[in-house]
Nanobody, 125 residues
Framework: QVRLVESGGGLVQPGGSLRLSCAAS????????IAWFRQAPGKKREGVSCINNNDGYTNYVDSVKGRFTISRDNAKNTVNLQMNSLKPEDTAVYYCAAVRANHGANLIAELYDHWGQGTQVTVSS
């Protein structure tokens, strides 16, 4: 069974950090581009960051550039999102998603085939 499972969410104060992980089971991530999306209450789903499978290409939405870093460990079948200098507006449910590598990493949710269940990130004092 193909699954993506996110972990690492939680409650953090503004300026703090969290590290999200996305673990795959039932398939190997090295043939897939991976992205993180987020959705806050009452808002549309937003692409946050993405990474290609083997050439190091990454992309970020402008609002997180310089604060978030996406990385992958194909040997461990995981992708991580390091989030620093968190702001209240980063509060959302964060989802990881996978698309076959030939599509290339992108932030278009409709192109992604596999999705995790999400992990809640709350930034509040």
């Amino acid at each position: 069974q193909v699954r993506l499972v996110e972990s690492g969410g939680g409650l953090v104060q503004p300026g703090g950090s969290l590290r999200l992980s996305c673990a795959a089971s039932g398939f190997t991530l090295d043939g897939y581009a991976i992205a993180w999306f987020r959705q806050a209450p009452g808002k549309k789903r937003e692409g946050v960051s993405c990474i290609n499978n083997n050439d190091g290409y990454t992309n970020y939405v402008d609002s997180v550039k310089g604060r978030f870093t996406i990385s992958r460990d194909n040997a461990k079948n995981t992708v991580n999102l390091q989030m620093n200098s968190l702001k209240p507006e980063d509060t959302a449910v964060y989802y990881c998603a996978a698309v076959r590598a030939n599509h290339g990493a992108n932030l278009i949710a409709e192109l992604y085939d596999h999705w995790g269940q999400g992990t809640q990130v709350t930034v509040s004092s």
